[in-house]
Structures are given as structure tokens and as C-alpha cells.
């Protein structure tokens, strides 16, 4: 499948992580990765192969995605609480209606073949090869929109932590280059939410070290094998609606705050009674 070994310099960091993954179900998810091959031959896309070899339970609440703008610039923006899973999801639920789009994502997802030809890798090496790589993604994001593509974004760039590891977790600030390219291409927004988050042992790792945190990205992967994801849908917003937030920083915080906005559309728990 793929390693997040290949995103640290050190030597001995790459074993710890390398350990961890194997440790925490990196075999099993390779035996799964194997078996994609059958799905594919059955015409399916690698993203609907991924969620059907993970199991996935997908609920799509909101607005249907079959009603997304099937034409035009589309910028589709997302809180990133999981890592692989919201990415996986959010790519098979938008190649429903834009087939041909494309996702600024971490350069490791490299590693996985089939779907090289909708990503757009992004490096966090502190490389000068990694930061060439980094500016044509970015003017690639930019001319696909000016030629009427769709492009997915995580504008926090980074998966969701709970602060000191208890509590929910959050993204860090998103990034404004969301903003640049809305604001250049007069893109059309779907703005999606993902319920929940990582386990705690994540968070935790995620805060003592960059190293534990990128070693227990694959034991999130398995953990989430089989179960339930919640998917708030927004309502599609036109530019002519953004033209009042003419900065960069003020346009990427509404975006944010429409985006967790969502989170109230999900559905009331409900709890039941204990028989007396």
C-alpha cells in the first residue's frame, strides 16, 4: 500500500515508524490493497474499489451530491479529522458527478499507482525539490479551475487534533491559498463536513511527537475498517456570494466556519432507556 516512513529524513525515525505501522495493521491493509485488482477489472474507480475494500459505511447527509454543479469552476473544501478515510471518501463521492477532478493532497499518497492521475502532491519535505514540486501543484490547481475543472482541498493541510490530546479535535488554521484560488478562477464552493475523529491514542501521539503521529496514521486507516462515516453535504455557494469578503484570510475563515457549520445538520443522537 503505502508508508509514511518516506516522510521523515532520519534514519532510525523511518524504522520507528515503519515498526509502528507494521505493529498496528499495515499487513492487513496490504492483503486488502491486493485484492483491488478484481474490483478494478469490474470497472469500478480506485476511489469506490478503496471504499469497498475498507467496508465503509458512508452516510450522506445534506445536500445530494448528484446535485453538484457538474459544470464550471468547483472548489470543494473539507475538515480533515481522519487522514486517508475523509480523503478516500471525499474523492468517490465527487468523482460521482466530476469524474475528472483533482486533490491537493500529501505527495506520500504517491506511493499508490492508480490514483496518481487525480492527485496533485503536495511535499513537506524542507527540500528545494519538494518546494518545485509544491508550485506546480499550485499552478496546476489553478489552471485545471481555469479551464472549468474541480479540485478538492483540505485548507488546514493537515489531519485534525484535539489540543494536548483530550477534547475534540479541530483543524489547525486553514490556509489561504484556498482563498487565491477561489478568488482567481471565480470558483463555485461545496463545502463538506466529516464527523468525528481520530482515537485518542492518536491525538495523544499527534502531541509528542510528529513521528508518533505520522507512525499511527496507518492504525487509524484499519481502525476505521467497517464502520459508519457521517458526510454533511453544504449547499453549493456561488462567487457572487463571497464577493463582500474581499481578503484572502476573511474568505478561507467563513469558508471554515460554514464548514463546521454543517456538523448541525447531523441527525439527533438518540438515547434510549434502560429497562427497569
Known amino acids: 500500500m503505502f508508508t509514511y516512513a518516506t516522510e521523515v529524513n532520519e534514519r532510525w525515525k523511518k524504522r520507528m515508524v515503519r515498526a509502528i505501522e507494521r505493529a498496528s495493521g499495515s499487513r492487513k491493509l496490504d492483503r486488502m490493497y491486493q485484492d483491488r485488482h478484481a474490483l478494478?477489472?469490474?470497472?469500478?474507480?480506485?476511489?469506490?474499489?478503496?471504499?469497498?475494500?475498507?467496508?465503509?459505511?458512508?452516510?450522506?447527509?445534506?445536500?445530494?451530491?448528484?446535485d453538484a454543479p457538474k459544470e464550471g469552476p468547483l472548489v470543494v473544501v473539507a475538515n480533515h479529522p481522519y487522514g486517508v478515510i475523509d480523503g478516500m471518501i471525499l474523492c468517490h463521492l465527487i468523482a460521482k458527478v466530476r469524474p475528472d477532478f483533482r486533490i491537493l493532497i500529501n505527495a506520500v499518497l504517491e506511493q499508490v499507482e492508480e490514483i496518481r492521475p487525480w492527485l496533485l502532491p503536495i511535499d513537506f519535505h524542507d527540500t528545494k525539490e519538494?518546494?518545485?514540486?509544491?508550485?506546480?501543484?499550485?499552478?496546476?490547481?489553478?489552471?485545471?479551475?481555469?479551464?472549468?475543472?474541480?479540485?478538492?482541498?483540505?485548507?488546514?493541510?493537515?489531519?485534525?487534533?484535539?489540543?494536548?490530546?483530550?477534547?475534540?479535535?479541530?483543524?489547525?488554521?486553514?490556509?489561504?491559498?484556498?482563498?487565491?484560488?477561489?478568488?482567481?478562477?471565480?470558483?463555485?464552493?461545496?463545502?463538506?463536513?466529516f464527523h468525528?475523529?481520530?482515537?485518542?491514542?492518536?491525538?495523544?501521539?499527534?502531541?509528542?511527537?510528529?513521528?508518533?503521529?505520522?507512525?499511527?496514521?496507518?492504525?487509524?486507516?484499519?481502525?476505521?475498517?467497517?464502520?459508519?462515516?457521517?458526510?454533511?453535504?453544504?449547499?453549493?455557494?456561488?462567487?457572487?456570494?463571497?464577493?463582500?469578503?474581499t481578503c484572502r484570510q476573511g474568505l478561507i475563515d467563513h469558508l471554515r466556519h460554514v464548514t463546521y457549520g454543517l456538523e448541525r445538520q447531523l441527525p439527533a443522537k438518540k438515547f434510549l432507556r434502560k429497562p427497569r
Do not use: C
Not at 493537515?158 to 484560488?181: E, I, N, P, Q, Y
Not at 492504525?219 to 464577493?243: A, D, F, M, N, Y
Open 40 to 66: 478494478l477489472a469490474q470497472g469500478l474507480d480506485p476511489w469506490a474499489t478503496s471504499v469497498r475494500l475498507m467496508n465503509l459505511m458512508v452516510e450522506e447527509i445534506g445536500f445530494p451530491i448528484e
Open 130 to 193: 519538494a518546494m518545485a514540486t509544491n508550485i506546480r501543484s499550485r499552478a496546476e490547481a489553478l489552471r485545471f479551475l481555469q479551464d472549468g475543472g474541480a479540485v478538492v482541498i483540505f485548507p488546514s493541510g493537515g489531519v485534525s487534533t484535539a489540543r494536548r490530546g483530550f477534547g475534540k479535535a479541530v483543524d489547525a488554521d486553514w490556509k489561504t491559498f484556498t482563498s487565491k484560488l477561489i478568488r482567481a478562477t471565480s470558483a463555485t464552493v461545496l463545502p463538506v463536513y
Open 196 to 245: 468525528g475523529q481520530n482515537s485518542r491514542l492518536f491525538q495523544l501521539a499527534s502531541n509528542l511527537s510528529m513521528t508518533l503521529r505520522l507512525a499511527m496514521l496507518t492504525h487509524e486507516v484499519k481502525r476505521q475498517h467497517g464502520r459508519r462515516v457521517q458526510v454533511v453535504i453544504g449547499e453549493p455557494i456561488p462567487p457572487e456570494e463571497l464577493t463582500e469578503l
